[in-house]
């Protein structure tokens, strides 16, 4: 064989092997987690809550302090969130309308890693799962889905044995079929959480040596407020951060709700005394840190799977809650509050993990930040930005603003015309939070809204006709408007 052959021979050998080596390499899996109704209320972020699985999660991920959901309630939230597409795309802003009955081949984000060769998997509420004919998203996920079809309503103490007392105070109203707050001496696993992690650690034991995309979706802090004792007794009521029910100066009438979630529908509202409230936010924390148990479960279990190293982490909210602040009950505004949500990401050996940045993102910029981690083609049709950059350097900006939406009435699709009467656009930019409240049939804004960064998040002065913030205004309604343009229905 003459030198060249033999050289050529080579070469392809060595191409050949480093191919084939390339090919070998292990993809990265991806454990995906999110919570309901959960604001960023946890200690990373400077809450008091009660949060040691999340804050050992902050110091392995980057933590982004300015993020946000694209619609304060959780169907149109999930869904934007799962396939990287603004609920204005989709065609959906309410809680009873499946995302597929109007985008019926629209890819996911579960979907697009099933596509590529991962198994995927959900344990607990990911996808919106209620109140929709159609439940959940089957097509997304290699196997059935786990604790998925069931409601908040139902998620009512289970136990072997006589069921010990509720020692919280009588609750105002129900949650459907459950007291609005209780508070029972019971096992972690008497609640949806605690069965959620118990599967999700099942889960993880049996996916962990193939390439999997599993998503856990814890249902906590949603109401009803009924964690097990042991996590109300972790806060002390009186130590809580006191409550300041004030609304915004010269913030219009439409920005507001009814809080028919948890105050109940018009005219059989009730209005909660101040020993009610506190017992309410007091609910709310022990929510969080039941959950925040649970989390630590699945973090343990992928420490002692073995793959940890090359499994990226991200959790979320849905979005954000009111807690009487504002006067407001529950979610679906544009307030701050609603709109900011826990953000994580960690990827393997990331030099950044325990770091903050103050990076605006977005819950439609998971679908391609994720494929791009995972070396998945770019997603077709996603309007999210990837992070990947801001992973790499938390000082980066990707995008100018953060863009939440919400119709009037919050719920329109249980009026009698099933169609909003008007639309709340909002951006959120580095230096403020900018909404127009616009006429659904005409276009014409009735309402604007500014709040500077000063405010955030109590958002207590109405700054949109203030000269002194007029450049502010300008360079935010800019954006607004281009994001949103006014148009008829």
């Known amino acids: 064989m003459s030198f060249a052959c033999?050289?050529?021979?080579?070469?392809?050998?060595?191409?050949?092997?480093?191919?084939?080596?390339?090919?070998?390499?292990?993809?990265?899996?991806?454990?995906?987690?999110?919570?309901?109704?959960?604001?960023?209320?946890?200690?990373?972020?400077?809450?008091?809550?009660?949060?040691?699985?999340?804050?050992?999660?902050?110091?392995?991920?980057?933590?982004?302090?300015?993020?946000?959901?694209?619609?304060?309630?959780?169907?149109?939230?999930?869904?934007?969130?799962?396939?990287?597409?603004?609920?204005?795309?989709?065609?959906?802003?309410?809680?009873?309308?499946?995302?597929?009955?109007?985008?019926?081949?629209?890819?996911?984000?579960?979907?697009?890693?099933?596509?590529?060769?991962?198994h995927t998997r959900c344990v607990g509420k990911i996808f919106h799962n209620w109140h929709t004919k159609e439940k959940g998203d089957r097509r997304s996920w290699s196997a059935p889905e786990f604790l998925y079809y069931e409601t908040h309503g139902e998620d009512d103490a289970r136990v072997t044995g006589p069921l010990p007392p509720n020692i919280a105070s009588p609750a105002p109203r129900k949650y459907t079929s459950v007291p609005l707050y209780e508070c029972r001496d019971v096992p972690d696993e008497a609640y949806y959480d605690g069965r959620v992690a118990a599967e999700a650690v099942r889960v993880l034991a049996e996916v962990k040596d193939r390439p999997f995309f599993l998503a856990v979706g814890f249902w906590k802090p949603h109401a009803p407020f009924n964690a097990p004792k042991k996590y109300w007794d972790l806060y002390d009521r009186a130590k809580l951060p006191a409550l300041n029910p004030a609304r915004p100066i010269g913030a219009p009438e439409i920005a507001f709700h009814d809080g028919r979630e948890l105050r109940g529908v018009p005219p059989n509202q009730v209005t909660f005394t101040p020993e009610q409230a506190a017992e309410i936010r007091h609910g709310y924390f022990a929510n969080i840190s039941y959950m925040d148990a649970q989390l630590g479960k699945v973090l343990d279990a992928l420490d002692r799977s073995g793959v940890a190293d090359r499994t990226i982490v991200t959790f979320v909210g849905d979005h954000g809650y009111h807690l009487g602040e504002h006067t407001q009950w529950g979610k679906t505004s544009n307030f701050e509050y609603d709109a900011g949500v826990p953000f994580f990401i960690g990827t393997p050996g990331s030099k950044h993990a325990g770091k903050r940045t103050s990076s605006l993102a977005e819950l439609l910029d998971l679908f391609p930040t994720l494929a791009e981690l995972a070396g998945l083609p770019k997603p077709p049709g996603v309007e999210g930005t990837s992070l990947v950059p801001v992973l790499n350097d938390p000082a980066k900006f990707v995008k100018p603003a953060a863009f939440t939406q919400h119709p009037r009435p919050a719920y329109f699709d249980r009026e009698p015309d099933k169609q909003p009467k008007a639309m709340g656009v909002s951006v959120r930019t580095a230096a403020a939070r900018y909404t127009e409240w616009r006429d659904w049939k005409s276009g014409e804004v009735i309402g604007r809204e500014l709040y500077d960064n000063a405010q955030q998040p109590a958002e207590l002065h109405n700054r949109a006709d203030d000269p002194k913030f007029a450049k502010v205004r300008a360079e935010a309604e800019a954006l607004l408007r281009k994001q949103f343009p006014i148009v008829k229905h």
């Open 6 to 118: 033999r050289l050529l021979t080579s070469l392809s050998l060595s191409a050949a092997f480093a191919v084939s080596a390339f090919a070998a390499a292990p993809k990265l899996n991806v454990l995906f987690l999110m919570a309901d109704d959960f604001r960023p209320e946890l200690a990373s972020y400077g809450s008091p809550a009660l949060t040691p699985n999340l804050n050992r999660l902050a110091r392995r991920t980057l933590q982004f302090d300015r993020a946000y959901c694209q619609q304060a309630v959780c169907n149109p939230s999930r869904s934007s969130m799962l396939t990287g597409r603004r609920p204005d795309t989709l065609r959906l802003w309410n809680n009873g309308t499946h995302f597929r009955e109007l985008n019926p081949d629209v890819t996911t984000l579960p979907l697009w890693f099933k596509e590529h060769g991962y």
